[in-house]
Nanobody
Framework: QVQLVESGGGLVQAGGSLRLSCAAS????????MGWFRQAPGREREFVAA????????YYTDSVKGRFTISRDNAKNTVYLQMNSLKPEDTAVYYC???????????????WGQGTQVTVSS
């Protein structure tokens, strides 16, 4: 079992920044990939970013490229999502996800966090 706890969400004005954190616990944090997804009201959950275990491979959805950065600290079992130049359309609940094996951009992850709300005002 893996437990994921997100933090760092909140209310920010357009153009501002937030950094989300996701702390993982419960199993050896190796040979795993981590991802961030988001879900806005009335919309399906969508992929945002993912990172391989070593951090050498990262993936982003087109709408956040150049604005968001995913990173991880395996010593702390934590993955981060630095979000800059935020836009109102980034407003959503952001979910952290964990899977064994390589990073993917589809929602076939093994474990999910409870989510953290990000609201960007115009």
């Amino acid at each position: 079992q893996v437990q994921l706890v997100e933090s760092g969400g909140g209310l920010v004005q357009a153009g501002g920044s937030l950094r989300l954190s996701c702390a993982a616990s419960g199993r050896t944090f190796s040979n795993s990939a981590m991802g961030w997804f988001r879900q806005a009201p009335g919309r399906e959950r969508e992929f945002v970013a993912a990172i391989s275990w070593g951090g050498g491979s990262t993936y982003y959805t087109d709408s956040v490229k150049g604005r968001f950065t995913i990173s991880r600290d395996n010593a702390k079992n934590t993955v981060y999502l630095q979000m800059n130049s935020l836009k109102p359309e980034d407003t959503a609940v952001y979910y952290c996800a964990f899977k064994i094996g390589g990073a993917i951009m589809t929602p076939y992850y093994d474990y999910w966090g409870q989510g953290t709300q990000v609201t960007v005002s115009s």
